[in-house]
C-alpha cells in the first residue's frame, strides 16, 4: 500500500475510534468500554472487506500499528471529555471524515483484488459505514444511515467517482484525494444545510406493523 | 450450481431486497438508504454462509447479477410503493418466499462441500434467518425471528426435510422444489392462522433484568 | 488442542448456550427460537474468532460436538424453565463463565496461530465478549458489555494476565486455569460489589443527539 493510502487509512482509524468513543461516552461506560467501542467502530469496517475478499490476514492482525492508533485515539478522547468541553458535533464530523477515508481505502483495496468497478464501489460503501452501523447498534442508537440525511449516499458519491477516475487512468494520488474529499464535501454539506434526497413515502398502511 | 438453484437464489434475491427495500421505507430512508438496505438484506445469509464455509470469492463477487438484481429490485419497490398503495402484508410475504428459498440454497451449499446433513442444516438456517436479522436489527425492529411466530421453525422443519430427501437420494430438482414449498407452506400457515409453538414461560423474577 | 482446552471450551459452549437461551425466554419465544438464539450466542464470539483468523473450517463445522452440546444445553434450559424457578441471577453467572472461558481460548488459539501477544488479547476479547453482544442485540437488549459494570475490562485482564503468563512460560495447564478464574473473579466480584471503573462524564452537550 503506498504512503498516501496508508496515512489516510491511519487518520480514518484514528478519527472512527474517536467517533466510537464519543459515543460509548453517550452511554456513560468505563474506560475499557469506551476503548473497545472505538477500536470495534475504528477496525469493523475494514474487518468486514478483508473477510468479505478473502485478504488474509485481516489489516490489523497484519499490521498491529492499528490496534495501537485506535487504542491511543478512542482513550485519549476519554481523558480529554473529562477535562474539555467538547463541541457537540465533533462525533459527526468525526464519522464524516471516516466515512470519507474508508470508503476510498475499501474501494481501493477491492478493485486491487478483483478488477471489478461495481465490486470496488460495493465495497467502498461497506467499508465506509460499517463500523458506523456496529457503533450504532451496540450502543442502542438508530445507525446514522437509516437517518433522513445523506450518508450512504455521501459514500457511493464518492466511490463512484473514484471508480470514474481510476478507468480515466489519472495519477492515483490524485484521485484518491479528490474522491476522499467529493465525499466529505457532500456529507458535511448534507449536515451543514440539511439536505435530503427524496423520501420512501409509501400508500400502504404503516399502522398494523408498528403497533 | 444448475439452473433450478440459480433461478430460486436469483428470485430469493430479489424478494428479500424487496423486503428490506419495504422495512427501509417504513423509517422513511431516501433512495440509496432503501437499496442499501435492500442489498444487504438480499446478500447478509448468503454472505455470512459463504465467509463461514469459507467459500472465495463469496456468490456477489463471482457472479455480479446478484448485486443487479438486488439494486433493480429495491430501487423499484422504491418507486412503485411512490405511486401504489402496496399491500401492508408484502413484506411478511416477501420475507417467507425468501425464507424458504436461501433455507434450501443454504443447505445445498453446506451439504456440497462438507458432506455433513448437521452442518447443512445450520447453513440452511442460517442462510435463510440472517438477511432478515440484519434487515429488522438495521432498522430498529425486533427480528421476526424473535417473535412468538413459527420463523426460525419453518426454516429448521424445511432444511431437515430437505435432509431427508437428499439421504434418500430422490432427484435433486424435486427435493429442492419439495422443500421450498414446504418451508413456505408452513410459514405461510403460522402466518394465516397463527400459529405457535409451546412458548418458554420461565418461573423466574423478570423484574429485576427488566427494570 | 490439548484436552483442558477442549473440555473448558465445551463446558464455555453449554453455559453460554444456556444464557442465550434463558435471554431469549425473557422474550418469550418459542422453543427453536430458544435453541437458535443459545446456539448464536455460544458459538457467535469463537465463529467471528475463526473468521478473522482465517481458520478453516470454522471450529463447529471441524468438530460437530460443539452444535450438539449447545442445542442439548438450550433445550435442555428450555424444559427445566418450564417447570422449576430458576434464580434470577443465573443468566449473569452463565454468562460471566461463558466470558471467561472464551476468553482464554480466544487467546490460546490467536496467539498459536499469529505469535502476537497483542492479537491474542484483542482475540481474547472478542470471542468472549462477542456470542453475548449477538444475543443482547437480537434479543433487543442494550449489550452488557455497554452497561456500567466491569465487563470488558474483566475480559481484558483475563487476557492480559495470561499473555503474561505465557510469556513466563508456564505450564499451559496451570496458566489457562489461572486466566479462567481471574477473569471469572473480577467479573463476579464487579457483580457482587458493584464495583465500576471511571465513568466517561463529557461536559459536551447531550442534548443534540438525544432529541
Known amino acids: 500500500m503506498d504512503l498516501v493510502l496508508l496515512t489516510l487509512d491511519l487518520v480514518g482509524t484514528a478519527v472512527f475510534a474517536i467517533s466510537g468513543a464519543l459515543a460509548a461516552g453517550r452511554k456513560r461506560m468505563d474506560i475499557f468500554g469506551v476503548v473497545v467501542l472505538g477500536c470495534t467502530t475504528a477496525m469493523g469496517g475494514g474487518t468486514l472487506r478483508d473477510v ?27 481523558v480529554l471529555a473529562q477535562r474539555w468541553r467538547l463541541p457537540s458535533t465533533l462525533l459527526m464530523y468525526a464519522d464524516a471524515v471516516g466515512l470519507a477515508v474508508f470508503t476510498v481505502i475499501g474501494f481501493q483495496t477491492a ?71 467529493t465525499t466529505l464535501f457532500i456529507r458535511l454539506a448534507a449536515l451543514r444545510w440539511n439536505l435530503a434526497l427524496p423520501l420512501f413515502l409509501p400508500h400502504e398502511d404503516r399502522d398494523k406493523n408498528d403497533s
Not at 52 to 61: A, D, E, M, N, S
Open 52 to 78: 468479505i475478499l478473502g485478504v488474509r490476514p485481516v489489516f490489523w492482525i497484519a499490521n498491529t500499528q492499528y490496534l495501537a492508533i485506535a487504542a491511543i485515539a478512542a482513550s485519549g478522547t476519554f
Open 111 to 181: 478493485f486491487q483484488i478483483t478488477g471489478l468497478y461495481s465490486i470496488g464501489i460495493v465495497m467502498g460503501m461497506t467499508s465506509g459505514v460499517f463500523g458506523g452501523i456496529v457503533r450504532d447498534v451496540f450502543s442502542g442508537e438508530i445507525p446514522l444511515i437509516l437517518r433522513q440525511e445523506i450518508y450512504a449516499s455521501a459514500s457511493l458519491c464518492g466511490a463512484t467517482f473514484l471508480a470514474l477516475l481510476s478507468y480515466l487512468q489519472l495519477p492515483n494520488a490524485f484521485s484518491v484525494w479528490a474522491a476522499v474529499f
